[in-house]
């Protein structure tokens, strides 16, 4: 009798740190930097969101984007998670995992640039990763960049290939001066 006790103990301990396992998985990254690279031709220009100390605590370091009027830029972002040691890139767990990802790029006014996908998922829906950002006219305002993560329920993929479904594992809005 005390081996079966003993037996159902350790199996439920068993199933119980399963199930942790899975529901790990689905949860939101801790994300302390976001890097923006903004290429056009032989001129590249890095911006970076950095918050060490993840929410709470220290305020974050948001670097104000300046691009040129009416031009161009290959961009590619990059996700760190930099509260451990080494940082852990998560921009490569978003690429394996880009049919639960989305990388949202929203200009404030609307006028300032548009941004297109240049990235896919196995499912034809864009990731965000990488792109093209076309810049309007001078002007000043907001790039908002989200991560938007958008886990299967129930095992059904709820990624439709826009913002809505799932949780912001980042939201950023970076002050952009279009010159």
């Known amino acids: 009798?005390?081996?079966?006790?003993?037996?159902?103990?350790?199996?439920?301990?068993f199933i119980f740190s399963c199930k942790d396992d899975v529901e790990l998985e689905n949860e939101n990254e801790l994300i302390t930097t976001i890097k923006l690279q903004f290429v056009n031709g032989s001129e590249t220009k890095t911006f970076q969101f950095?918050?060490?100390?993840?929410?709470?605590?220290?305020?974050?370091?948001?670097?104000?984007?300046?691009l040129k009027a009416n031009t161009g830029y290959q961009v590619s972002v990059s996700f760190?998670?930099?509260?451990?040691?080494?940082a852990e890139d998560l921009t490569t767990e978003v690429s394996e995992e880009s049919d639960e990802h989305l990388v949202i790029f929203t200009s404030n006014p609307s006028s300032l640039g548009?941004?297109?996908?240049?990235?896919?998922?196995?499912?034809?829906?864009?990731?965000?990763?990488?792109g093209n950002y076309k810049t309007?006219?001078?002007?000043?305002?907001?790039l908002k960049v989200q991560l938007r993560h958008?886990?299967?329920?129930?095992?059904?993929?709820?990624?439709?290939?826009?913002?809505?479904?799932?949780?912001?594992?980042?939201?950023?809005?970076?002050?952009?001066?279009?010159?």
């Open 80 to 86: 760190l998670d930099e509260s451990k040691t080494p």
């Open 150 to 179: 958008q886990p299967p329920v129930n095992n059904k993929a709820v990624k439709d290939g826009s913002v809505s479904p799932g949780s912001d594992d980042a939201n950023v809005d970076f002050k952009i001066n279009i010159n």
């Open 1 to 13: 009798m005390k081996k079966n006790i003993l037996v159902l103990f350790v199996l439920s301990g």
């Open 50 to 66: 950095k918050d060490p100390d993840g929410d709470g605590g220290q305020s974050p370091v948001i670097d104000n984007i300046t």
């Open 136 to 142: 309007g006219n001078a002007g000043s305002g907001s």
């Open 114 to 130: 548009v941004y297109t996908y240049s990235d896919k998922d196995v499912n034809g829906f864009p990731v965000g990763l990488k």
